[in-house]
């Protein structure tokens, strides 16, 4: 398990990679793999330290929060 936790990782750090992004892009992108791999979400927000939520809505995931900082909506992930 801790060679794709090592993956997600990589794959976030090459997300925010020369982006100009806000705090919690790589923790909700971590979130996001870790949610969409079954996996225990463990990512908090950088602004409030509560854990960030995922939820499958349809087509869609809606990441969240306790602060709100970190709602958002991901979809085609």
């Known amino acids: ?3 794709m936790i090592e993956d997600i990782e990589r794959e976030a750090d090459a997300f925010i990679k020369d ?12 979130a996001m793999c870790e949610y969409v791999r ?21 087509t869609a995931w809606l990441l969240d929060c ?3 900082r970190c709602k958002d909506t991901w979809r085609g992930f």
């Open 1 to 3: 398990m801790s060679s």
């Open 66 to 68: 306790p602060c709100g």
């Open 19 to 30: 982006r100009p992004l806000p705090a919690h892009a790589k923790p909700s992108y971590v």
């Open 38 to 58: 079954g996996l225990p979400l463990d990512q908090v927000c950088p602004y409030c330290g509560g854990p960030i939520s995922v939820a499958a809505r349809g």
